[in-house]
């Protein structure tokens, strides 16, 4: 097992495994029957829930394990989802449903993976229970049926849908399919590998079997070992575009709209990229993302569900708990991300410890006349025409 390095002392961590095989490790190890169960098994808890079946963790070895990264990147320190099956959650699954197909406060959807209609006893049960007009709903996910996408055209890419939910109905005394929704999962990539880190709790669980608990506790440096921080702007920049086109899949008849499950420390990081926008209190528990003067219909063709895994509670894996949801749509996520960020950088172009201040500094190591020209050039109260446009 690796050590960490003597000599001059080494700032404390900043990013540790906080999960592994759903159960938690970091800052307070959960170990109990379960957990070591699951962790000697390398099973997933959450694949093995939502499919009523044993399933393995799908990561690749050197992340074996891994659901979340505990990192300060955003100041307090944070959960952040690096597998997305970690969110998939019973719970959050049929409150997205409930929300996108518009049903009854207090009705219970019954909802099954797609996989698991080959049972027979799982279609008698379907169909019982649509006879006794229960909202049933099937998803399908990469793990869960297959993905599903919309086929690339000569005009458009494909694009393809981490979980698929689609309605079932009653029609001439038997099944059909009915409208769909889409269930996005947003998890964050991070600089480096997990090698070390799995490495070091594998060989723990190993040669510590009876005490891993308080081995782990008393060595968090296990956790931490080649962990980096998260790569925030790549998975904005890799997310934006396909959130745009799938926020517009709502304007589709047979579409009940999408959900974007987003983390809270993954909402937080993308404030900057938004314009730090400001939400409207709907009133009803939810709020709303608008561009000025910009209504939407309702219900909400797009809605994004900040989530976080909650620490206070006494069980394993700990529960996923929501803290916003905000309904949208395209326009609205468009111009605060393409109108009022970047205004904002505009704006900072010419600010006192903007691009041109940084010019200047820079200008001084090689040519100081030249970088003395820099600042006085800039003309008194300039401003980007198009930084007003996006003004908020």
């Known amino acids: ?12 961590p900043a990013n540790f495994v906080s999960e592994w095989f759903g159960h938690r490790v970091y800052p307070t190890i959960v170990s109990n029957k379960q957990s070591l169960a699951d962790q000697n098994s390398k ?23 891994v ?33 996108l197909f518009a049903l009854p406060k207090g009705t219970d959807p019954f909802v099954a993976p797609a996989v698991a209609l080959t049972k027979l006893e799982v279609r008698d049960d379907i169909n019982k229970r649509l006879a006794a007009k229960q909202p049933v709903f ?55 590998s997990y090698r070390d880190a799995v490495k070091n709790l594998q060989d723990g669980l190993r040669m510590h079997p009876k ?42 008849g047979r579409c009940a709209g999408c959900v974007l499950a987003i983390p809270k420390s993954v909402w937080d990081s993308w404030q900057v990229h938004l314009g730090a926008p400001r939400l409207i209190d709907a009133g009803d528990g939810t709020a709303r993302l608008l561009a000025p003067d910009h209504r939407i219909a309702d219900p909400c063709p797009a809605w994004i569900y900040v989530f976080d895994t909650d620490l206070g509670k006494a069980v ?9 949801v905000i309904g949208t749509d395209a326009q609205s996520f468009s111009h605060w991300a393409l109108n009022v960020a970047p205004a904002a950088a505009l704006d900072n172009i010419d600010a006192q410890t903007g691009f041109f201040a940084l010019l200047s500094r820079r200008l001084k190591q090689f040519w100081p006349d030249l970088a003395a020209t820099v600042t006085a050039d800039i003309p008194a109260g300039a401003r980007s025409a198009a930084a007003v446009k996006g003004k908020r």
């Not at 891993?212 to 997310?239: D, M």
């Not at 575009?241 to 304007?251: I, V």
């Not at 394993?316 to 916003?324: E, F, H, K, R, W």
Request: a positive charge.
């Open 43 to 65: 099973r997933c808890p959450f694949l093995t829930e939502a499919t009523g079946e044993t399933r393995e963790c799908v990561k690749t070895a050197t992340a074996k394990g």
């Open 211 to 252: 005490i891993f608990g308080a081995s782990v506790q008393a060595n968090q440096w296990w956790l931490a070992q080649g962990v980096e921080g998260p790569n925030i702007a790549n998975v904005f920049k890799r997310t934006f575009y396909q959130m745009m086109f799938k926020f517009q899949l709502g304007q589709h």
């Open 138 to 192: 099937i998803y399908f996910g990469e793990k869960t049926g297959g993905e599903l996408s919309i086929p690339r055209t000569d005009r458009s890419p494909e694009f393809s849908f981490d979980v698929t939910v689609v309605e079932l109905k009653v029609k001439d005394g038997e099944p059909h399919t009915g409208r769909f929704g889409i269930l996005e999962i947003q998890t964050m990539d991070f600089h480096g």
């Open 316 to 324: 394993t894996p700990s529960p996923i708990i929501l803290s916003q």
């Open 67 to 99: 659901c979340t990264i505990s990192s300060v990147s955003n100041g307090p320190r944070q959960d952040w989802l690096v597998c997305p099956y970690r969110a998939l959650n019973a719970e959050l699954v049929a409150n997205s449903i409930r929300r």
């Open 1 to 12: 097992m690796s050590v960490p390095r003597k000599g001059k002392k080494e700032k404390a």
